[in-house]
C-alpha cells in the first residue's frame, strides 16, 4: 500500500472513529440500539459498574442512560423516566442528528443519481449526433 492510501485509510478511520461522517453516525447510533436491544435489561442491571463517575461517588447525570434506554426501547416509558429523566432529551437530540444525517446521505445519493443519468443522456445524444460511416 502506498503512503498516500494508508494515510488515506487512516484518515477515514479517524472520521469513522471521531463520528464524523454521516455514515459513522448512524452506524454507532444503530448498533448501540442493536446491542440494547439484545442484550436483557437484567444482564445491564446485574453487570459491573463502568462509570467511572459512580466509581469515585460523584454524581453524574449520564450514569442510568444505557438501562432507561433498555427500558424505553422496550416500551416501558415510566421507568426509562425513573431510571434518568434526561433519556427523552438525549433521545431527541440524537434523533434529530440521525434524521439530518438520513436527509444528508439521501440528498447525496439522489444528486448522484442525477449526475449520473446527466452525464448517460449526455453520451447518448453526443453517440446519436456522430455520422454514420
Sequence with gaps: MTQKA???SANKLA??????????????????????????????????????????????????????????????????????PLIFPVVAVVGAIAAADVRALATKYRDSRRRASSHAQALNSAGSNQPES
Excluded at 446491542?35 to 459512580?54: D, I, K, N, Q, T
Design 6 to 8: 494508508e494515510r488515506s
Design 15 to 84: 472520521e469513522f472513529a471521531g463520528l464524523q461522517t454521516p455514515v459513522a453516525r448512524l452506524t454507532a447510533f444503530g448498533a448501540i440500539t442493536g446491542v440494547v436491544l439484545v442484550v436483557p435489561y437484567e444482564r445491564l442491571e446485574a453487570g459491573p459498574e463502568l462509570s467511572l463517575w459512580a466509581r469515585l461517588g460523584v454524581p453524574a447525570w449520564s450514569i442510568g442512560l444505557t438501562r432507561a434506554y433498555s427500558k424505553l426501547l422496550s416500551g416501558n416509558v415510566r421507568g426509562a423516566f425513573e431510571q434518568n
